[in-house]
């Protein structure tokens, strides 16, 4: 399925970068080859995958040589000048790691750069995840910067799907609908929910009712073993099978909805 090109948003500590961890591997384990892409300058995707310390891949945002040296903003060149449109397509290949049956790709602060950073650092990563979601075979899985920033259109050109990860809070909801109205603003068609950290079976529908036409693919109980998970850097697919359970669903519904589409 190459054509999977799947986002992940929401404010801040709604618990999207664990689903879009647990919605990678699951996807792996289903036979796609899978790229998992940290786009949030917070990069906590590898330890979601329960990756060890020597294992996750360092931030290309922080790679000044590489990025000076394919921007032309190194020691020889001269004023203010860089390419808007550098050679990125050997990148991905040599710098992402492969954990847990996937390939894990750290960026740092891409969407900062989508939001309109007008310096060689933004066109890099610009460049890098447009090539990346246009031009590669994989299925595509991103985590995205928390809140509404992230929806600058060089952030998110490719996507084909984009999921909001919502938890019992009108702030997380307001989010929630905001990123899908830009979404759809710039041309994405399929945006649904995922609601966390449900403490009351009525805050379910109470939260379905304000989301309104954005469809909600699964509901997800609180679950301590994530924060445990989280505190002992292990992977959260063998410590929370209740949750791995609901994302396996939701998988299950955005590939048929995909697919359909398609």
């Known amino acids: 399925m190459s054509g999977f090109r799947v986002a992940i948003g929401g404010k801040g500590g709604v618990g999207k970068t664990t689903v879009c961890g647990v919605l990678a591997q699951l996807l792996a384990k289903s036979g796609l080859d899978v790229l998992a892409i940290d786009a949030d300058p917070d990069t906590n995707l590898a330890a979601a995958l329960g990756a060890t310390a020597v294992q996750v891949p360092e931030s290309i945002i922080n790679m000044k040589k590489l990025i000076s040296e394919r921007t032309g903003t190194d020691k020889n060149a001269t004023g203010a000048y ?16 492969e954990i847990n049956g996937l390939k894990l790709f750290v960026l740092g602060g891409i969407t900062r750069a989508g939001a309109g950073c007008a310096c060689a650092e933004g066109s890099f990563l610009r460049a890098l995840l447009t090539h990346t979601m246009l031009n590669r075979k994989e299925a595509i899985i991103v985590d995205l910067e928390a809140g509404v920033e992230c929806m600058g259109r060089s952030s998110i050109e490719g996507i084909n799907a ?9 702030r997380s909801i307001e989010t929630a609908l905001n990123i899908s109205q830009m979404a759809k603003s710039l041309n994405i068609k399929q945006v649904s929910a995922i609601i966390n950290k ?8 109470q939260i ?3 989301l309104g036409a954005i469809p909600v693919l699964t509901a997800i109980k609180y679950t301590p073993e994530i924060q445990r998970a989280d505190m002992d850097r292990s992977n959260v697919l063998d410590s929370a099978p209740s949750l791995v359970e609901k994302l396996s669903e939701a998988k299950d519904v955005l590939m048929k909805m995909i697919k359909e589409r398609d």
């Open 82 to 97: 860089f390419r808007m449109n550098p050679e990125v397509g050997d990148i991905p290949e040599k710098y992402w790691v």
């Open 162 to 170: 984009l999921i909001v990860v919502v938890e019992p809070g009108s």
């Open 198 to 205: 449900v403490t009351d079976d009525s805050q379910i529908e």
């Open 208 to 210: 379905r009712s304000q």
